[in-house]
Every structure is written in structure tokens, then in C-alpha cells.
């Protein structure tokens, strides 16, 4: 009995080390982006019938477990509201630094809204430097503005 | 009697609205990114003499306040660990939801190690699209290797 | 010296205090809902020029606190994550008690997905009742859907 | 061995993902709304007998699971004081940068009180909308005013 | 100029203090009970208009503070979610250790629902005892049951 | 085997539910009030042995239960500092609200001290009332004066 | 204006420094212990008239400030609820680490109840060791069985 | 499998309780005071080879669980940062009202440092009183100077 | 079904103490640092396939387990935010007492920039002393400066 | 009127930024490591009347100012439990990444006890490095074992 999208996050992380499998195989396998697959596997995004059942299979799920990779999960993928592990709590830094940077340029930009996390993509790659290879991220989300009435 | 970085920031930003500065006007005017510049005033990063100079003239401060600009700040723009402001949070939820996937996708191209954020940049750029105008960021971070020993 | 929108704010309710102002009054002065007008002088909103100045008149604000109600404030109104007054943590208590049946009627009817806080409007009415009269809101933002790359 | 709620939750969420049964219908089921049926079953309401008997039917429940459901439960669905989720987040959101908003306005109307969260009904309803569809939620509670002794 | 009601909560305990005024001084000369009353001195209730000016009398306040006492406060009297003072926390310690008693016998007596702290009342006395008075504290609220619909 | 107060109290809760106890039945077997008798079942106080056997024979105890029900438990029977449970919270917001009242009204009577929440009872009665029955809880704790030395 | 203890607290503590007193000193002068009296001075306890006056007389203190030492304050002298001072964080850690041991063996020797903070003395002193002197601490307080009713 | 000292301190306390052991009858089968043995009991002190094997023997332990006693453990006994059980929190309280006043008197005695709650030991006994009797316990700290260099 | 590095740890941890292995053995084994090593098997680093192999060998660990030692495991071996072992705590009161001397001197020595806790080693030695041995611990981390742009 | 530390904190990096001073030159002045110096400048140390007046002059402070320089200060220099400064925060990441690595290397060359934080000493040296300078710091605390008794 299956009562949490955590459990199948579980079943596929310990498929994915036993097996060897890359996220990257995944996403190739049901045709989208390595982000967005990787995010779904992890229990953050929702998969249509298709996405599911080739996950499914490539994971060796139940079918149950299936049916729940198509139920719009409770998101939220960290243990704590500031994250402990170094790399993310890299990207929370950003945040904490450059936070009213980032508020006053895009409002000077924009005016009074926000960049949509709901309708935003997210590219991740590596960029070579002989001083040392970069990660590189581009986000891009729909600009909002706030409505008055 | 300055005693605390804040009090600059507090001052520019008075500054700022009175006269109707804005921010890609001061980064022009001292040859660096907006996003930098930006981060300066708001108290995050260390201005040298000559910019720290450049920007007391143009928000009108006192010579102390332009020393100030020059000491290292104790870092960390936000009022709260969860930021209440919806442009903020829309990018900690960035970081809770898409966070293990960014782990992961770093770790499967790149090993253990983190994505800096101190050797890193910033470039925030609004991309026309007929849907409703995108906010486009591009991260840029180098890669750090965990040392081994 | 004004470093802060909540100094403006500060300003606003005691102007109103002490000149007995009504928020429907105010709304009306500048041609807006009382709501989205209420939450501007309480400093969630951005006026426009016309409106900033309207507002300055009625509450006798100095042409630097005008200055500030046209710029994009840091939003949040709550002294607390978890709001102390009775009035405010019964709407709390409703996103706690109601929030996973919120949760899965949205997404039953329209997928994964929000509803949006920006795109967003709210009407407070009385509804006369003899078993004592009801607070009756309406709270309407546009669906979002997630995404998928 | 029941000893909480949270566990007949549990059961009713998994059986609804392997059968695909749809919250609605189990509303039309006891003949109650769509939104105080789905909070029951959640664990936020109280059954009675005959409602209990039907929805065990509907989800496959033990005796000892439908008693549970008439027993009146500790309240709170939500697994962190700040939800994480983007959906429920943004109606946090709505009460933090509304939420001095609301009480000035209800206050304004009726004097010190609150809406009630018990005496209360919610109404989710979907408007069709050429710019996109819209979420409206209608929130129905009765005034209570402050007693003075 | 006064923006907000704990200002006046200030002037009226140093008042109190200097003058040496009890609390059921200012009850008696207001008619009211020496809790309610109490409890608007030091910010959490609403005074009527005559109420409002007896009170100003009695503690020498300015008219501006006398128009803030007819104001609904943010209430909540605490600083910490936690009180540090024994008095208090003994209360808050009745709430931790008690609590679930309370809600199993209100529910076994009453059914789901809650007692209402605003149609609420308080009466506290001493009763004499050769083993050491005691403070009895008289609690009455309204019963409130669930709505469902 | 049993290493936890708690795990007797979950023991207890399923019983009572799958059998239909009542609290008031099991204070009438134990001869003791239902207040302090249902604290004791949901492992806030200590039976003596007889009252730890007859409960244990009420709710169907292995003998190691029933020796657990007469060990000092840990108190505290809230999962969260702040209660989300409505009505605990409403007692939560009587201390929040009325706390500094409280306060002021007992040294204004006693001097500096504390009212026991040790050598205390409580009692919770139905009033009935034509606008609606009212819960009525009698606190009654011994005044307990600080020693100065 | 005075309207919060904490403000006589500050000025005792400037004077002390300034002229240089000991508190040792001043619990002679008014015939109480120096755990008491240092208690009084930094706002956890109350004076009668007399300690007052003799306390205002030795640090100059104004008639209004030794009129709110006969105040009872709002106890709890610590800024965080977890102490970063090492000294208090040891006591803190005692609590901590030893705290299950002392709930056992008062619970062992005298049943349920509780060791009185109010009915407490405490005796400071310094014991002299050839290894290093060591800080001896008397605590005191009656022991509180519960009641049961 | 025993992988943390917890579940060894568990099966500790549930043969206690199931075999009726006094804490005091273990110290005395191991020759030290009941104060150390206890918290070493409770996963706080670690015991040598002769101590270990002996509480192993009293509390029927295996081999396994008996060389856990012998590992420095986590220390930290209370689920809580602010424990909720009253007899705990009492000794909390008293570092929070006391906490300034035991930092002064140390201070003012000592000069800068701590006392240690390493070189530590601590004493609880039950004193004999007509009015109720006292819990009486000694703490015996080596003052350690800080070090300047 | 391993499906978290944390379980690996309590199966390392488990073994060690039935085993009586030593860490620096370990360390020896694989030929790297005892403490890199020791961190490695407490899941804070990244075991090459050579190395997890050879640690599964010593700790009798199973080819899945061998497995996620190879895996970028989620960093963070601390409880809570604020550690309560004395031990750990004590370095975070260096943190707490020291910090803003080592960001001074740090920026003092090489300007705005951090120490990096990637590029990072760390040694601990035991030094003898007559007045007791001490533990000497050498950190050294790559001094990173902020990127200007 | 002075009546806290932090005050005469503020006055020394006022002037330090003013008038250019560095932490190294106060050291040479006074006869101190640099490490202790700043410390004690930066209010976590207690100068004796001869550093106290030395670091007056050097910073052009008050008698008062001087006088509060020789008072035991509470100590704890960071505004937040976990710092939000990029250097700082790094340090605290060391304590949560190798803190459990920490501990048990510790406790295995030297069994149960703490490395002393009060008979404590810092050095931070430059160490060139071709591949970009290095911080290097050496922590030198007494180890303290924990007393059975």
C-alpha cells in the first residue's frame, strides 16, 4: 500500500543506484528535458499515462507506484528551510545575497511583479574554462505583473 | 557616527528615490554590470576607493559613508530565513523544489563538488516573447571540486 | 530621511487615525477597489503617479513619502510567520485546516498547476443573515499551469 | 491497531490513487459539498455514522477505520508552519501581504471580531476566462463580534 | 505622532505606574469588568468613544491616543510564541499538558467544534484557604460546532 | 516491548475507539474526576496501582502497559509549540491575547508569584444558553508567592 | 517616561559600571542575599518600598525608576531562548544533558511532581581546589507532588 | 542491528520498568553515585568495560548492546530545545529568570570564564521540612578562566 | 531496498562497534587521511569505486550498500541547526564567540572573500602537555575572493 | 548613559573605519595575539585596565567607554543561530559537514570529553600557495575529559 509520493521517490532512487542509471537516459527515453524529468522523478512534478509507464519500466515500478507518478505530488524536495548540503545551500546563498539585487533590478526592468516559477524552465550545462569548468544555469520564468483593480 | 554598513545602504536608497537614480545609471557610471553594482549598494560586495568615490558623488554621501562602502560587509540581504516578499520566494521555491534535481544534474555531469558562489556572475535580461515577456538569468558559477586528502 | 516604505506606511495610519479617513474613501478618491487601494497604502502595492499623489493629499504626506508609494515595496504585512491576532489567524487556520482539500479540488478540476497571488483580485462583502451576519470573499487568480520542457 | 487519523488518511489516499475514484463523487456519494466531503476525508471533519458507512464502502475501509472516521480528529493538514508547496504557498502568501488588508476591511465594516473559521463554508468553483481560465473561491464565515463584560 | 497602539499601551503603564492606579479603579470608573478592561489598557480591546475619553482622563492621555483606543488593535500581548514569564508560561504549560484532555471532553461533551475566545469571558478570584489561597478562574465561551454543508 | 508512555496512550486510543469507551465511564470505574482521569489515559499523570489495573482491564492492557501507566510520564501532550488544532488554539490565543491581563490581574490581587499548574484542578461544564450552549471551565490553582532570601 | 522595566535595568547596569559597584555591596545594604538581590536589580524580582529606595539611593536612580522596581516585571533574562553566552549555554547544557536524569531521580525519591522554581533559593560560592578552584551552587526548591482530583 | 545509543537507552528503560529496578540499585552494583549512573543509563556518560557489562547483566542487555554503553554517545537528552515536561522545564526556567544573575555573581567572583560542565558533578538530595519537603541539589563545576594570549 | 546514504552509515556504525574497528584503521586501509576517511563512512563524502570497495570489505557491507557509497551523498550529520553534544557545541560557540574575528582578520589579510570549506583539509592531532594534553587542530581552505564583473 | 557592550562595540568600528586602524596595530599596541585583540575589540573579551585604556586611546573613547571595556561582556557576536555572511557561514558549515567526523576522532585518540573552547587559542596565517593563497588556521584547546564520580 502506497499513501506517498515519497515512497516511489524512495523505490526510484534505489533503482537508480543499483542499476546505474543516468537521469539523462531517462529524460531521453520519454523525450523531455533532463531537468523536468529529473524533477519528477524526484517527486516534484506530475507524469501524463506515457511519461509514467516508460518510467515505470525503466525503474521496474508496480503499477501502483505508476498510478502515483501521474497524481500532482506535494512539492518541496529539501529536509529543512535552509538547506544543509554545501551545494544547495549554495543556491540558497544566492538567494540571501543577491535577493534585493535581484528585486530591484527586475523591478526596474518590470515594474511590480514576479518571475513565474510555475511557468519557468531551467537549462543546466557545463561550460569549459582553463581556469577551472563553470556551471552554468539559465532560468527563465514568464514575467507577471501584479494586477490592480 | 557610522557603525554598520546598513546605515550606507539606508542612506543610498533614500538617495536614490529622491533624485530618481537608477541602478544601470550608477553601474554605467563606475564601468561594472548592473548586477554587481546593484549588489554594492545594497550592501553586499566591497566597492574599491575610485568606484566607492564615484558612487558617493552620484547618491551625495559623506566622506565616512564612502569609507564604509570600502570595508567588507557582513553579508546576507534578506530580513528572514524564508523571504516574504512573492519575487523572493518565488526563487527560494526555486530552490525547494527544483533543489535536488539541480544536486543531482551537477553531481551525474560533474562529480562531488559544488557550484561556487563567490566565483560567480549574474546576468538578468527581459526576452520579448508575444505569450507575455520572459525574465531570462543566466548563473554562472565555477565548478568546485571536493578535495580529497 | 525616508530609507523604508514602511516609514510611509507609519505615516498613512496615523494621518488616518487622527483625521477619522475611511479606506473606502480613499478607494474611491483614486478610482480603485478598496482592497487592492487598502493594501497599497499598507504598503503592498505600487501607485502610479496620479494615484501616489491623490493618496499624499488625503493623508498630507511630504513629496519624498509620495516618492516612495510609487516604488515597488518589499512585501509582507505580518509582524510573524504565524499571525498572532484572532482575526488574522482564522484565515491561517483555514490555508492549515483546509490547505491539502484546497490542494486536490484545484487539482482535480484543472491539473498541476496554481492559483495565481499576482494575477490575483479579492472582494469583501457583508452578507446580512438573521442567524448573524456573514463576512462573505471572493478570491479570484488566473490557473498557471506547470510547465513541462 | 489504529491509534490516529492520520493512518484511515492514509488508507483512503491509497485506495483512491489504485481505483482512480474522483473526490466529487464521493461527495455525490453522502450528499454533502465536494469541499467539506474532501476535508473529511483528509482528516479535518467529522463523519457521522451514515457518511462514515458509505465512504469505508467507497475506499475499502475496516470497521475499525470507519469508527475512526466518527471520531473527531486533530486538526492541522499541513506538514510545516510555512507550507512548501507553490500551490498552498500562494495562499499563505494572500494572508501575508493581504492579511493587514482583510482586518482593516472587516473592521471597517463590522467593528472588532473576526470571520469565523468553523462557522464558515468554501465554495472552489472554475471561470472560464479567454486570457485563462480562473480559480474562484468563494469563503463564506460568520461575523463574531468581541463580547465586552 | 502615533502609528501604532502599543505606543499608547506604553503611555498608559507609565502612567499607571507613576500615578499608582489599579486596574479595578479603571474598571469601576468605566463600568466595565476589571479583565475586559484590562485587557483594552494594554492593547487588545476596542473602547467606545465615552469609554475611550474616561480612560484618557484617568491616565492624562492626548487626544491622538485617545482616538487610537477606539481603533481595533493587532492583538496578541506576548513577545515570544513561548512566554518566558512563570505566570504565563504555568498558562501555556496548562494548554502543553492538558490540552488533548480538554479537547477529548469539550468533543465527547459538545461534538466537533470549538469554544469560542471571542464570544468569550474571564472572571478571576481569590479563594481563601487555610493551605494557601488559590486564584479560581472562571472561562466561559460559546460553543461553536463545526459547519458542514 | 515497550520503551515509551507513549505507545501505552496509542494503545488506549485504539481500544477506546474500536470499543466505544467513554472518558467519563472510565473516571466513574476509577473514581476519580474526568478531567485528571482522562490526563492520566492519554499519559500526562501517574496511576497509582489500582487505578493503573482497573484501567488496564477497561481498555484490555498487557501487564506491561499497565506498569508503564504508573511510571512519571515525559509531559506534554501538544505535537507543536503552537497548537493547529482549532480548539486548542483557541486556548493558545487566550493566553496570546489575554496573557498580560492575566498577569496584571493576579499581582494586582497576590503580589509577585505564580498560580500553580501543579496543585491545580480544573473542571469543564455545559451551560446550557438560548443563544447557544457555552463551555464553562473552572481553573483553580494554589497562589504560589516568589521567596526572596 | 519609563514604561518597561528593562529601562531601569539599563540604568542600573550604566551606574554600576560607572561607579564602580559591586553587588555584593548592594545586597548588604538592604540585608537580602546576593543571588536575590542581583535577581531584583536586573529586573527578575521585586522589590518592597524600602529595598527600592535604598537601591535607587546607591545608583542614583529618579523617583520614577524606583517606583518600577516595586513593579512585578516581566521575567526571563536571556535574548535567545537557547543562550550563545558560554557560561549561561553550560547551564543550558546541564539542563540538557543531565535533564532526563534529574526528572528520574526526583521522580524516584518524592513520585510525580515537581521542584518548585518559586519556592527556590539558590547559594553561589567558591570552593577552593589545589586543581583549580571550583564554583559550588546550592539549588533549593520544595518539592510540588500533583494533585489528583 | 543496533546502529545508536537510543535504542539501547530504550530497552534499558523498558526492562526497568518491566522488572521494577531503582536507578539507585543499579549505582550501588556499580560503585558510583546515582547521578552519573543514571544519565550514564540514559545514553549520556559512557561506562568502561567492568560498568557496562554489569548494567548489562541487571538490565538482561546482548553483547551488542553492551558494547554500545562503552561508546562516547550523542549527548543531548531532551526531544525539545525548550523541554515541555514541568519538572524539566523548571530547571529551564530557572537559567532563563536566574541566567543574568548567576553570569554576574560568577563574574564578579572569578573574573572572566565559565563553569565547567565537563570537570562536573552534581548531588540530589531530599531535605526534611515541616512546611513540604525540599529538593536539594548541589553543583559542583571547575571554574575555568578564559584564556588570553 | 536501500534507498538513502544515511542507511549505509548505520550499517558502517553498526559494525564498528561489533567489530571493535578503529577509524584510522580504515583510513590506513584505503590509503587517504583519517579524517577525510572517517567522514567518508559518516556519508559526508564520495567514496571512488576502489575505496567503497575496500570499505565494504572491512565493514562486511553488501554490494548495494557498496553502491551508494559511490554516490554524492546529501551533506549535513548534524541534528539540529544548534548542536546539543557538548563537544560539537563547543566548535559552534567558536563560530558564535570568534566569527566576526576570523571575517575580520580573514578580510583584513586578503580582502572580501571566503575560506573555502571545499577546497578544504583538516588535521587533528593530539599535543601532550604537562598541564593537559590538548587537541590541536589544523584547518586550511583556499582563500576564494569574490569575483567583481 | 552606557548600559551595554555592543555600544562601545559601535564606537570602535566607527572610528576603526574613520581613521583607518587595523586589528594587527591594536595587537602590536597591547601586547596581544591579533586573534584575542579583535576578539576583545569586537566585545567577546574582557581587557584588563591597562589593554582597556591603551585600545581608548587608539580609538579616542570615553572613561564610561573604557570602564565597560573591563567588564565581563555577554558573549555571541553573530545577529543569527546560523549565519547568513558567506565567510561565516562556511565555518559553520565545517561544524555541520566534519562535525560527527570531529567527534569521533576526538573521542578515539581521547575517549569522553570536549576540546576546551575557553582554554582556547586561534592563529590565521597566510600560506602562499601557487595555486591561490590558502587561509590556514590553527584551533589549540585543552582537552577536557568528562569526570565520573
Known amino acids: 500500500m502506497i499513501s506517498d509520493r515519497n515512497e516511489v521517490t524512495s523505490m526510484i532512487l534505489s533503482a537508480k543506484v543499483s542499476k546505474g542509471i543516468k537521469w539523462h537516459q531517462v529524460a531521453e527515453a520519454i523525450g523531455m528535458s533532463k531537468e523536468w524529468t529529473t524533477a519528477g522523478c524526484l517527486g516534484q512534478m506530475t507524469f501524463n499515462r506515457a511519461q509514467a509507464e ?3 519500466e525503466i525503474f521496474g515500478l508496480s503499477d501502483e507506484a505508476v498510478a502515483w507518478l501521474q497524481v500532482v505530488p506535494y512539492k518541496g524536495s529539501l529536509p529543512t528551510a535552509v538547506p544543509t548540503d554545501p551545494l544547495l545551500y549554495r543556491w540558497y546563498e544566492i538567494v540571501s545575497v543577491y ?6 533590478l527586475i523591478h526596474e526592468e518590470f515594474g511590480d511583479g514576479i ?6 524552465s531551467m537549462d543546466i550545462q557545463r561550460e569549459a574554462d582553463p581556469k577551472g ?3 552554468n544555469v539559465v532560468l527563465s520564468g514568464k514575467f507577471l505583473p501584479y494586477k490592480s483593480y
Chains 1, 2, 3, 4, 5, 6, 7, 8, 9, 10 share one sequence.
Do not use: P
Not at 535577493?99 to 530591484?104: A, F
Not at 518571475?115 to 519557468?120: G, L, V
Open 54 to 56: 516508460r518510467v515505470g
Open 99 to 104: 535577493g534585493t539585487t535581484i528585486k530591484e
Open 115 to 120: 518571475m513565474s516559477a510555475i511557468d519557468f
Open 133 to 135: 569548468d563553470r556551471v
